[in-house]
């Protein structure tokens, strides 16, 4: 990829997340391929035969939208298209997904976040351009779907997620509890909570994402305040992840909160996917994580009031953005190609995307789809971060390669394998060569 390409599709992917982020606020990736058939509808309508269509996506995915059973029932009736879905660990999902693209192997439908797709996937190889698609020209704000200049990825949202404590609002409110705003605030709350008998942070680390929530809320909160040209400057080979002190203080937190016993004890074997009934059980009481999990949570139980607030990893710290999450992608190799691009045109019909944005409390991104009325811990959030602008892209909105081994490292930490200091240098040395391999100048 040329330096103007690197350029053009981050300041793409920035720009709509920003855009969002000034208006609303939001919403994680996903497998295998065992069909058979034609590449072509035609087959399906000469014969009559039913075919089957592959739907890669995460585990920790599993509360999309996209896969909700009375859709994919509906779907299959109208069309006699059946949707198989191959679920992946989401521990695995970016190296499943690589090695099923290079040997051919492509699922016909793939359910990832765009701006992970242009460095994970290689996005412009391997997935159809949208642009002519029966829905585009209704699509609302192009940007957060857009890279290189074309559609490449469909969601009905337009919501970014949001990432930082997640917490039950009732057990701060029975323990008399406020929001920290630092992080000798946040372990003063940690020991209340456990000297009430709650477990204070569920960390799922045995799906390595999970253990960066932390770091990229706060490495980007800091140099937003204190070094705006950072991310230029690391992606052009000017600086290191090393060069900032305050990187290794922010993993060096995050470690302290677990050695301190204000976790659960294996961090390393407990998933994500436990963490909605962890909650719903009032066996925990906050979680590093995006605003996704409560609406996992309000899915099941939806008296119980659960709230976010920013990873306080510095005074006043803001709230993080991530990037828009979960959108579909058609790879190119798909088998059954034309049934994938008629999936994606039935959640597209205004019927179906109008129940999505209801049942889930999107932002439409359909011009033709109404956004309904926001739900509370949402409208708290657009009041409390977004509209006072105390929101900050997470580092994933900067970053031009594969994250994979950096949560690798961080999951090394944990088991104590690695200090936070080693964590960066390791980190910087794997960047530097996946930014060499991608020929990104400077490297």
Not at 24 to 39: L, M, V, Y
Not at 43 to 69: M, P, R
Not at 158 to 182: A, C, E, H, R
Not at 305 to 324: H, N
Request: aromatic fraction near 10%; charged fraction near 25%; include cysteine.
């Amino acid at each position: 990829m040329n330096s103007t390409k690197i350029k053009k599709v981050t300041a793409l992917v920035l720009a709509g997340l920003l855009s969002v982020s000034l208006t609303a606020c939001g919403s994680g990736s996903g497998g295998s391929n065992s069909s058979s058939g034609t590449n072509n509808s035609s087959a399906k309508e000469k014969d009559g035969k039913k075919v089957t269509i592959e739907l890669a996506i995460s585990k920790s995915s599993q509360d999309s939208a996209f896969i909700q059973q009375d859709f994919l029932d509906q779907f299959e009736k109208q069309t006699n298209i059946h949707v198989n879905l191959q679920l992946i660990p989401a521990e695995q999902t970016t190296t499943v997904l690589q090695t099923k693209l290079a040997v051919d192997e492509t699922p016909d439908i793939i359910q990832y976040n765009l701006a992970s797709a242009t460095t994970d996937l290689n996005l412009e190889r391997n997935f159809e351009i949208l642009d002519n698609e029966p829905w585009a020209s209704r699509i609302v704000n192009k940007d957060v779907l857009s890279a290189y200049g074309h559609l490449y990825s469909f969601h009905v949202s337009q919501d970014t997620g949001m990432q930082g404590v997640v917490y039950n609002k009732q057990i701060f409110k029975d323990l008399g509890l406020s929001i920290p705003k630092n992080f000798d605030e946040f372990l003063a709350v940690c020991e209340k909570i456990k000297a009430s008998g709650v477990t204070p942070v569920f960390m799922p680390f045995k799906d390595n994402w999970a253990a960066n929530i932390w770091p990229a809320a706060a490495f980007a909160d800091f140099v937003s305040k204190n070094d705006p040209n950072f991310f230029t400057d690391l992606n052009s080979n000017k600086k290191k992840w090393s060069d900032i002190p305050e990187f290794q203080t922010f993993l060096e937190q995050q470690y302290e909160v677990y050695k301190k016993g204000y976790t659960n004890a294996d961090v390393l074997s407990d998933s994500y996917d436990m963490a909605v009934g962890k909650f719903l059980n009032k066996e925990v009481a906050m979680m590093f994580m995006g605003d996704w999990l409560i609406e996992g949570v309000a899915q099941k139980d939806p008296k119980m009031e659960l709230g976010v607030f920013p990873i306080p990893s510095s005074q006043d710290a803001k709230l993080g953005a991530s990037p828009l999450g979960g959108q579909l992608f058609v790879p190119k190799k798909a088998k059954h190609l034309n049934e994938a691009k008629e999936f994606l045109n039935f959640m597209a019909s205004k019927e179906i995307a109008q129940k999505i944005v209801d049942s889930k409390g999107y932002i439409s991104n359909l011009s033709d789809v109404k956004t309904p009325k926001l739900p509370a811990y949402k409208q708290e959030i657009v009041d409390n971060y977004v509209t006072p602008k105390k929101t900050v892209l997470t580092t994933d909105a900067y970053m031009l390669v594969d994250r994979s081994e950096l949560y690798r490292l961080l999951q090394d930490e944990f088991a104590g394998g690695l200090t936070p200091a080693e964590v960066l240098k390791s980190w910087d040395e794997k960047f530097s060569q996946l930014m060499k391999d991608k020929e990104v100048p400077g490297f």
